[in-house]
């Protein structure tokens, strides 16, 4: 199963921006969609955003569309999450997973580490 260590992850100011990175451990991933999910403090995880094996079909929850950008390097493995405008509400840990469904259930329950942003207002 393909596992994913996810990083970039800081502290930043409102309106400030952050990429992060998202690394896979096989070199199938290129045949997989893959999204980014985040979990704030108290707060159930939730989807953010998804990109198609090829990289051409992405979807955002509205909260974010227009200030995040996904997109993926598959030679390199590796999935992104561009975030600009970054606001109080975005501070959650991040993590990234494959998709059962398109665009926002993952396959399974298991999860990375994550990588930790924290915007301050």
């Known amino acids: 199963q393909v596992q994913f260590v996810e990083s970039g992850g800081g502290l930043v100011q409102t309106g400030g921006s952050l990429m992060l990175s998202c690394t896979a451990s096989e070199d199938t991933f290129g045949t997989d969609r893959v999204a980014w999910f985040r979990q704030a403090p108290g707060k159930e995880r939730e989807f953010v955003a998804a990109?198609?094996?090829?990289?051409?079909?992405?979807y955002y929850v509205d909260s974010v569309r227009g200030r995040f950008t996904i997109s993926r390097d598959n030679a390199k493995n590796q999935v992104y999450l561009q975030m600009n405008t970054l606001k109080p509400e975005d501070t959650a840990v991040y993590y990234c997973a494959l998709l059962r469904t398109w665009p926002d259930v993952p396959l399974s329950d298991h999860w990375g580490q994550g990588t930790q942003v924290t915007v301050s207002s």
């Open positions: 990109i198609s094996a090829g990289g051409v079909a992405k």
